[in-house]
């Protein structure tokens, strides 16, 4: 049982340039969910999605897509990179709202 | 986006010493968690409160929910040199399922 993991660590990308960062849970849960955490700054919540399928703005969604075209994996987009899109990635999952996120590593990812 | 009022934005302390910190909502929630992040990790949830009033401990942390509904208390005694990290509070208000994070409160512990 991994829990949540996250694929890449660590990413540098050029202003512009599009990737994926991949969230993946093996728990089984229906909630699963994007955050962003910058300096001297909370978490802030990106996009979630409360089963396949389906997915939802956060705070923060501008210049992200995601898809939830599985139950275990969630994915967040960036089509064109920005400097100010440089941050820490986190995906979280959990059960129901009621309960315990789970959260993963962390992406960290750096546009020059 | 909101954000949760989280104070002391930084702590440094002696070890053995007691450690308090809170967070206050301009909004009510129902729920409210403490998690901490140790550099590099994700957080890692400590406490939850589910009920307003409620004292909850887990080893040397007490977590207690305000009666207001509006903030929410962390304390850790005696402190020990692992305690350092980032202890950051959470709200979710209701059927949203969303989080609301406070923006942390920096603790270190010296030897």
């Known amino acids: 049982n991994a829990g949540v993991t996250q694929t890449p660590k660590f990413r540098v990308l050029k202003t512009g340039q599009s990737m994926t960062l991949l969230c993946a849970q093996d728990?089984?849960?229906?909630?699963m969910y994007w955050y962003r955490q910058d300096p001297g700054m909370g978490l802030r919540l990106i996009h979630y999605?409360?089963?396949?399928?389906?997915?939802a703005k956060g705070e923060v969604p501008d210049g992200y897509n995601v898809s939830r075209l599985k139950k275990q994996n969630f994915l967040l987009g960036l089509e064109s990179a920005a400097p100010s899109q440089t941050s820490v990635y986190f995906c979280?999952?959990?059960?129901?709202?009621?309960?315990?996120?789970?959260f993963g590593p962390g992406t960290r990812l750096l546009v020059l | 986006g909101q954000q949760l009022n989280q104070s002391p934005q930084s702590m440094f302390i002696q070890e053995g010493e007691d450690v308090s910190m809170n967070c206050t909502s301009s909004?009510?929630?129902?729920?409210w968690l403490w998690y901490k992040q140790d550099p590099g990790e994700g957080p890692v949830l400590l406490i939850a409160?589910?009920?307003?009033?409620e004292l909850t401990s887990n080893g040397r942390l007490t977590a207690q929910f305000g009666i207001t509904r509006k903030d929410s208390f962390l304390n850790i005694s005696a402190s020990i040199p692992s305690d350092v990290g980032i202890y950051f509070c959470?709200?979710?208000?209701?059927?949203?399922?969303?989080?609301?994070f406070g923006t942390g409160t920096l603790l270190a512990v010296q030897p």
């Open positions: 979280a999952s959990r059960t129901r709202p009621q309960e315990t996120q789970y």
């Open positions: 728990m089984n849960h229906e909630y």
């Open positions: 999605s409360v089963g396949e399928g389906t997915t």
């Open positions: 909004s009510i929630f129902n729920t």
């Open positions: 409160l589910y009920k307003a009033g």
């Open positions: 959470a709200g979710q208000a209701g059927a949203t399922n969303k989080l609301i």
